[in-house]
C-alpha cells in the first residue's frame, strides 16, 4: 500500500509538473511565491511536495519542503501552516528525547510567528485566530512556561477584542485558570488575580447559552483560587482605598468582590456605606440589607431597602424591595408589617412570577396563627395561608411548565419540587414516587439532618380534578408517614389539586400530630 501511494504521489507530481510548465510565472498574481519565475516555480511545486510528504509520513523530506517555503514564500498559501503544524504536532507527539522535542516545540511556535507575519490581516484566520492557536499550543505542549503562557494568551486576548470587541469566552476561561493556578502555586500575587478578574469578566456578559459553562468554569477558578478571601481583598482595597478615596469606581469593585466573597467584616460594611452613598441602587441595597440582617443589626437592615424604595422608580426594583423589606420583617416576628410589605410588592405586579411574596404571606399567617385564641380562628388563619400556598403554585405552574404539558401531574409534580431549590441547604433531594406504608408517596422531602427538629418532613400527594381532601385521606389511609416514625423531625402533610378546566390550584396542609389525635 506504501509503495502505492509513492507511485500515486509521484504520477501526481509529475502531472503537477507538466501543468506548472504553461504557466507564466512573471505575471504579479504570483509574486507571492518568490522574487523571481525560477523561484516562484520551485516553491509552488514544494507546497505541493509538502503535502504529499507529511500524508505519506515522509517527515525529512517535509521538513525540507517547509523550511523552503518559509524562507522563500511565506505569504505563498494557508496550507504551508495548516501542513507545517501537522508536522511539527506528530513530530512532538513521537519524539524519543526530550532534547528532541523541545526542538520541535520551537519549531511549532516558530511556524505560528511566521505565519502571524504572513497572514496577520486575513479575513477570516488573521491575527486573533493565529494567536489563539498559539497560546493554546503553548500550553499543551510548554505547560511548564508559566510566564510565556500567560503572555501568549493575554496577546491573544488583547488581538481578539481589537478585532471583534470581546474576546472568546473559552480562551478566558482557559487563561484564567491557569492563572489560578500560578497563584496557587505563588508565582503571580493575590492583586492579579483580582485585576485579571475584573478586566475578564466583561467577556461573559453577553455571553449566550453555548457559552455559559466557560462563565462558571470561570466564576469557579476565580472562587477556588483563594485570591478572592475576605483577608486578601480587605489588605488590597483597604490600601487602595486610602490612597484614592475619591475613587468610587475603587469603591465600587471592593464592595462587588467583598459581597461576592460573603465578607461580613467591618471593613466590608464601611465599604458598602460608602459605595452606596456614591451609587444609590436597589441591589446595593438589598446587598447590604442582607450583610446587616446576619449581624442582627434589623435598623441598618432595614433603613438601607426602605431608602432605595423611597427613590425607585423600575416596578420590577420596587417589588423586589418590597420582598426584602417584608423579609426583614418577618425575621423579627413583625407579621402585620411583613404582610402590608408583601401585599404592595404584589399589588405593583399582580402577576408575581416566581410566587415569592404568595408563599411567605402563607408563611406569615401560619407563623401568626398561635396568637389566634380559638381553635376556629386558628383554622381560619390556616385556611388563608392554604389559599396563598395554592396561588403560589399556580403561579409557579403558569411560568415554569409549557401550556403543552400543563395538564398532567407530572407537570405539577415539577412545579413542586422546583420549590426544592429554595430550601435545599435543609433538605436531601426530593424524592418521587417513594415507597412506603401501602404505596408510594408522590413527593417526599427529608430533613438533610434526621434529628433536626425545626425542619419538618414533607410528605406531599398530588391530585389532578379530584380535590385537596382527596389527597390528604390517600396519605393517611395509605400510612404513607409510616416510614418516619423513628425521625425526631415533625411531619408535615400536603395535599394538592389542579383543576384542569378552571386551572385553579388548591391546597390543604395539616400537622401529623393533629391528624394523630383524631
Not at 470581546?166 to 492583586?191: G, R, S
Not at 412545579?415 to 417526599?444: Q, S
Not at 389542579?498 to 393533629?514: F, M, V
Request: hydrophobic share 40%; glycine share 4%; proline share 2%.
Amino acid at each position: 500500500m506504501k509503495s502505492l501511494k509513492m507511485i500515486l504521489a509521484v504520477a501526481f507530481a509529475a502531472m503537477s509538473f507538466s501543468a506548472m510548465a504553461q504557466v507564466n510565472y512573471d505575471d504579479a498574481r504570483y509574486a507571492v511565491w518568490g522574487e523571481n519565475a525560477e523561484q516562484r516555480k520551485s516553491n509552488m511545486l514544494a507546497n505541493q511536495f509538502l503535502k504529499e510528504s507529511v500524508d505519506n509520513k515522509d517527515y525529512k523530506a517535509a521538513a525540507g519542503y517547509l523550511k523552503q517555503l518559509l524562507d522563500q514564500a511565506p505569504k505563498g498559501a494557508q496550507g504551508i501552516y495548516t501542513n507545517g503544524i501537522k508536522l511539527y504536532k506528530t513530530l512532538i507527539n513521537t519524539a524519543k528525547t526530550e532534547e528532541q522535542r523541545n526542538v520541535y516545540i520551537d519549531s511549532l511556535l516558530y511556524v505560528y510567528d511566521v505565519r502571524l507575519q504572513a497572514f496577520a490581516n486575513h479575513s477570516r484566520y488573521g491575527k486573533d485566530y493565529i494567536l489563539d492557536r498559539k497560546a493554546r499550543e503553548h500550553l499543551t505542549y510548554r505547560e511548564s512556561d508559566r510566564e510565556g503562557i500567560r503572555k501568549d494568551f493575554e496577546i491573544a486576548i488583547a488581538a481578539q477584542v481589537e478585532a471583534n470587541g470581546t474576546a472568546d469566552a473559552e480562551l478566558v476561561a482557559i487563561y484564567f485558570k491557569n492563572l489560578c493556578d500560578d497563584y496557587k502555586n505563588d508565582i503571580v500575587d493575590a492583586m492579579t488575580i483580582v485585576n485579571a478578574y475584573e478586566e475578564n469578566s466583561k467577556h461573559f456578559n453577553s455571553a449566550d447559552e453555548s457559552q455559559a459553562e466557560f462563565k462558571n468554569q470561570f466564576e469557579a477558578s476565580f472562587g477556588n483560587s483563594g485570591a478572592a478571601s475576605c483577608e486578601n481583598l480587605e489588605t488590597i482595597f483597604s490600601k487602595k482605598i486610602a490612597e484614592n478615596p475619591e475613587d468610587a469606581s475603587i469603591v465600587a469593585k471592593a464592595f462587588k468582590l467583598l459581597a461576592r466573597a460573603e465578607c461580613s467584616s467591618d471593613f466590608f460594611f464601611t465599604v458598602g456605606e460608602k459605595h452606596d452613598a456614591n451609587e444609590r441602587s436597589s441591589e446595593v441595597a438589598m446587598m447590604l440589607a442582607q450583610g446587616f440582617q446576619n449581624k442582627k443589626d434589623y435598623a441598618k437592615a432595614s433603613q438601607y431597602p426602605r431608602e432605595a424604595l423611597a427613590k425607585e422608580t423600575v416596578a420590577e426594583e420596587r417589588e423586589k424591595l418590597l420582598v426584602r423589606i417584608g423579609l426583614l420583617e418577618m425575621s423579627q416576628n413583625n407579621y402585620t408589617e411583613a404582610v402590608k410589605s408583601f401585599n404592595a410588592s404584589l399589588n405593583i405586579d399582580e402577576t408575581d412570577d416566581d410566587g415569592l411574596a404568595l408563599y411567605f404571606l402563607a408563611q406569615c399567617y401560619v407563623a401568626a396563627s398561635k396568637d389566634c385564641g380559638s381553635e376556629l380562628a386558628k383554622h381560619s388563619v390556616y385556611w388563608i395561608a392554604y389559599d396563598y400556598v395554592a396561588k403560589a403554585i399556580e403561579k409557579c405552574h403558569d411560568l415554569r411548565c409549557s401550556s403543552i404539558k400543563y395538564n398532567n401531574e407530572d407537570s405539577l409534580a415539577f412545579v413542586v419540587c422546583y420549590a426544592y431549590f429554595a430550601c435545599n441547604e435543609h433538605y436531601l433531594p426530593f424524592i418521587r414516587e417513594f415507597p412506603t406504608g401501602k404505596g408510594f408517596a408522590d413527593i417526599v422531602f427529608v430533613p438533610t439532618n434526621p434529628q433536626d427538629r425545626d425542619t419538618p418532613i414533607l410528605v406531599i400527594e398530588l391530585k389532578w380534578d379530584k380535590s385537596a381532601d382527596t389527597a390528604l385521606e390517600q396519605i393517611k389511609a395509605k400510612n404513607y408517614p409510616s416510614y418516619f416514625e423513628n425521625y425526631q423531625s415533625d411531619i408535615v402533610l400536603v395535599g394538592i389539586n389542579y383543576d384542569k378546566d378552571t386551572k385553579k390550584h388548591t391546597c390543604k396542609i395539616e400537622q401529623l400530630e393533629l391528624f394523630c389525635k383524631l
